[in-house]
């Protein structure tokens, strides 16, 4: 298939289209460079920078290229961030967002896959979250990308727009190729952050609150392999001849702040301060999704579910890549 990746300089968006060249398919990345990276995009892929709010542009995009399909990666997602720049978040992503489904739909093109968030979920009654959870955006991120999943719906209704709106937490580890990792200006997860510390390039890490009613006091989250991730996009797209779905995404199982950091001591073998702080407002003590669903339809498996695996490929490409892209 011709596939449109924007947002395929990202972290994530970068991972997938090397799993997509690596099946075959022949993948356009669409992306105007602000979180990504141009070394990120895989050499086989055609690149084009551009960006979403310029509709000409996207426009000319689909004029050029024979899009069959369409995976939408490029967003701001800065959770913190969308908290103090509400306009950016729930201004910018919808409005790129609406602007690439229109195009999407006047070029005929009829499968579309957005990488959502379970952000969605502020406030969750039962845990793993499942579909079934009522959704409260926990952010005007988390209320961006709920405004595209209803605009997809409704796209479905009107014009048989077939799509899958994939829901996860935090993605971790790295491409087990070692070409493609995570490299992100201000990093803000914990993996990556743990490893600087690892390598010399900060001095501690903070670990915010030991005293939740967790098995260590530390937060649980659930962190799944990016690898694992790409391959159920790749799976959702493929399934989409069987109507629009709906997936939360998770390795089924959730890691402490503090299990994180010793698996992290564990791979690179080096001492890595762990500094206890006050603890975040808003910080639940658990936050885990359920991948139920998805392995049941689709027959997903994570490849990469336990820790010390997502912490090694991710060891592996700071390593080798201290300086993220640049070097």
């Given at each position: 298939?011709?596939?449109?990746?924007?947002?395929?300089?990202?972290?994530?968006?970068s991972?997938?289209?090397e799993?997509?060249?690596?099946?075959?398919?022949?993948?356009?990345?669409?992306?105007?460079?602000?979180?990504?990276?141009?070394?990120?995009?895989?050499?086989d892929?055609?690149f084009?920078?551009?960006?979403?709010?310029?509709?000409?542009?996207v426009?000319?995009?689909?004029?050029?290229?024979?899009?069959?399909?369409?995976?939408?990666?490029?967003?701001?997602t800065?959770?913190?961030?969308?908290?103090?720049?509400?306009?950016?978040?729930?201004?910018?992503?919808?409005?790129?967002?609406?602007?690439?489904?229109q195009?999407?739909?006047?070029?005929?093109?009829?499968?579309?896959?957005?990488?959502?968030?379970?952000?969605?979920f502020?406030d969750?009654?039962?845990?793993?979250?499942?579909?079934?959870?009522?959704?409260?955006?926990?952010?005007?991120y988390?209320?961006?990308?709920?405004?595209?999943?209803?605009?997809?719906?409704?796209?479905?209704?009107?014009?048989?727009?077939?799509?899958?709106?994939?829901?996860?937490?935090?993605?971790?580890?790295a491409?087990?190729?070692?070409?493609?990792?995570?490299?992100?200006?201000?990093?803000?997860?914990?993996?990556p952050?743990?490893?600087?510390?690892?390598?010399?390039?900060?001095?501690?890490?903070?670990?915010?609150?030991?005293?939740?009613?967790?098995?260590?006091?530390?937060?649980?989250?659930?962190?799944?392999?990016?690898?694992?991730?790409?391959?159920?996009?790749?799976?959702?797209?493929?399934?989409?001849?069987?109507?629009?779905?709906?997936?939360?995404l998770?390795?089924?199982?959730?890691?402490?702040?503090?299990?994180?950091?010793?698996?992290?001591?564990?791979?690179?073998?080096?001492?890595?301060?762990?500094?206890?702080?006050?603890?975040?407002?808003?910080?639940?003590?658990?936050?885990?999704?359920?991948?139920?669903?998805?392995?049941?339809?689709?027959?997903?498996?994570?490849?990469?579910?336990?820790?010390?695996?997502?912490?090694?490929?991710?060891?592996?490409?700071?390593?080798?890549?201290?300086?993220?892209?640049?070097?």
């Amino acid at each position: 298939m011709n596939i449109l990746v924007t947002g395929g300089a990202g972290y994530i968006g970068s991972i997938v289209v090397e799993e997509l060249i690596g099946q075959g398919d022949h993948v356009i990345v669409f992306d105007n460079l602000y979180y990504g990276h141009r070394a990120a995009v895989h050499p086989d892929a055609v690149f084009v920078q551009g960006d979403l709010a310029d509709r000409a542009a996207v426009k000319a995009l689909f004029d050029v290229h024979s899009i069959e399909a369409v995976m939408h990666f490029a967003s701001y997602t800065l959770v913190g961030e969308s908290m103090q720049q509400p306009f950016k978040y729930i201004g910018d992503n919808v409005t790129n967002g609406l602007n690439l489904l229109q195009e999407a739909v006047a070029h005929g093109v009829r499968r579309f896959i957005l990488s959502s968030t379970a952000n969605l979920f502020d406030d969750p009654a039962r845990m793993p979250i499942d579909e079934a959870e009522r959704i409260v955006p926990g952010s005007p991120y988390g209320e961006s990308k709920h405004i595209l999943e209803r605009m997809l719906y409704w796209l479905d209704r009107v014009h048989g727009f077939r799509y899958a709106a994939l829901r996860y937490f935090n993605a971790a580890g790295a491409s087990p190729t070692g070409e493609r990792g995570e490299d992100h200006t201000p990093e803000t997860h914990l993996i990556p952050l743990v490893l600087q510390a690892a390598l010399g390039q900060r001095e501690h890490i903070v670990v915010f609150g030991d005293d939740y009613p967790t098995r260590d006091g530390t937060c649980v989250r659930d962190y799944i392999h990016v690898t694992d991730l790409a391959q159920a996009h790749i799976l959702a797209l493929q399934a989409l001849d069987g109507g629009s779905r709906t997936y939360n995404l998770g390795n089924g199982q959730g890691f402490t702040v503090q299990e994180v950091i010793e698996a992290c001591r564990e791979v690179t073998g080096r001492q890595i301060k762990a500094v206890i702080g006050r603890r975040r407002p808003g910080d639940p003590a658990t936050l885990i999704a359920s991948s139920d669903k998805i392995r049941r339809e689709l027959g997903w498996q994570p490849r990469y579910p336990d820790l010390r695996t997502i912490v090694e490929h991710a060891w592996a490409w700071h390593r080798s890549h201290p300086d993220g892209y640049e070097n």
